[in-house]
């Protein structure tokens, strides 16, 4: 196993890149979403679209926004794009569907109260959403939202169908040479629960804080 080590690192960059970056493009698309169909912000076109977009995310499996993105969109819009590219969209599209209903949810779970007396105190919507409201509704969420990137974390396994050499793909690929099966899913099953743990971790460092910051 030591003679593929290389090939397992260059497998878990890829893994670990396509992962942040559809995470971070998610998470910044949901939280759009999810602040603006709020239910105290929000009018009913918005909302109405923020729900189409969420229930087309949430409903085509990642595979086939894979398959869309790397195979129809390209010839439909007249463009070349790489099959990383093409996989960390169709990841954050599918995952953004999600975060924008969780942050939703916790935003509405905030009471109206505080949004109110925000506005008689004289504090611009900004300061609002980034001192007030949305501390509150991460620290609720917290649980949903890290379970949602675990999610989004096994979900770049798919990437070996359009294929991209990540983590998966380079454990099927050494099994074709070493044909020896079950010490590359070990190991290969075992990074992932790294991560895994790693993202618990974070979770748990990340909801201290915000407790820590509300005392």
Same mark, same amino acid.
């Given at each position: 196993?030591? @003679? +593929?080590?290389?090939?397992?690192?260059?497998?878990?960059?890829?893994?670990?890149?396509?992962?942040?970056? @559809?995470?971070?493009?998610?998470?910044?698309?949901?939280?759009?979403?999810? =602040?603006?169909?709020?239910? +105290?912000?929000?009018?009913?076109?918005?909302?109405?679209?923020?729900?189409?977009?969420?229930?087309? @995310?949430?409903?085509?499996?990642? +595979?086939?926004? =894979?398959?869309?993105?790397?195979? =129809?969109l390209p010839s439909l819009l007249g463009i070349n794009i790489s099959a990383f590219v093409a996989a960390c969209c169709a990841l954050a599209f599918c995952s953004s569907g999600y975060v924008t209903e969780i942050i939703r949810s916790g935003i509405n779970s905030i009471p109206v109260g505080q949004w109110e007396a925000c506005a008689t105190l004289g504090y611009p919507l900004n300061s609002q959403l980034k001192r007030i409201i949305l501390p509150q509704t991460f620290k609720n969420i917290g649980p949903a939202l890290f379970g949602e990137f675990e999610q989004l974390l096994k979900s770049t396994s798919l990437l070996a169908t359009i294929g991209i050499t990540e983590l998966t793909r380079t454990g099927m690929n050494i099994i074709s040479r070493q044909l020896n099966p079950i010490p590359v899913y070990l190991t290969i099953a075992s990074i992932y629960l790294l991560f895994s743990a790693l993202l618990n971790v974070a979770s748990m460092y990340i909801e201290r804080r915000l407790s820590y910051g509300q005392r």
């Open positions: 196993m030591s @003679a +593929y080590i290389s090939l397992y690192i260059k497998g878990i960059a890829i893994t670990f890149s396509t992962f942040i970056l @559809a995470g971070l493009l998610s998470l910044l698309i949901g939280s759009i979403f999810g =602040i603006l169909s709020c239910n +105290y912000l929000t009018n009913q076109k918005i909302r109405m679209f923020v729900r189409g977009f969420s229930f087309i @995310a949430k409903g085509i499996p990642a +595979y086939v926004q =894979i398959l869309i993105a790397y195979f =129809i």
